[in-house]
Nanobody, 120 residues
Framework: QVQLVESGGGLVQAGGSLRLSCAAS????????MGWYRQSPGKQRDMVAV???????TYAGSVKGRFTISRDNAKNTVYLQMNSLKPEDTAVYSC??????????????WGQGTQVTVSS
């Protein structure tokens, strides 16, 4: 079994910064991809940023230039540095991992989510 635990959410004023962390633990054979998604009330969950095993990054257009995804392989942890935050960034941010528990099995795992609120 694999667990993803997020931390770092909170309340911040517009223009401020936050850094989210997501630590993966459990029966991890290989992490293929990790990313951050967000969901606001009444809206669908959208991709924010994704980082592949090979180091490729993908960002939503609305966060390009403001958010940066990175990782610490030794800690199986992915980070999301969020700068120049806007009220429209307010959402529950969830970590996703596409993780192999053995050479033959890969699945998507989700964290519990962390609230980010940006006040104007």
């Amino acid at each position: 079994q694999v667990q993803l635990v997020e931390s770092g959410g909170g309340l911040v004023q517009a223009g401020g910064s936050l850094r989210l962390s997501c630590a993966a633990s459990g029966s991890i054979f290989r992490i293929n991809e990790m990313g951050w998604y967000r969901q606001s009330p009444g809206k669908q969950r959208d991709m924010v940023a994704v980082l592949t095993r090979g180091g490729e990054t993908t960002y939503a257009g609305s966060v390009k230039g403001r958010f940066t995804i990175s990782r610490d392989n030794a800690k199986n942890t992915v980070y999301l540095q969020m700068n120049s935050l806007k009220p429209e960034d307010t959402a529950v941010y969830s970590c996703n991992g596409r993780i192999q528990t053995n050479i033959n099995y890969v699945a998507n795992y989700w964290g519990q989510g962390t609230q980010v609120t940006v006040s104007s």
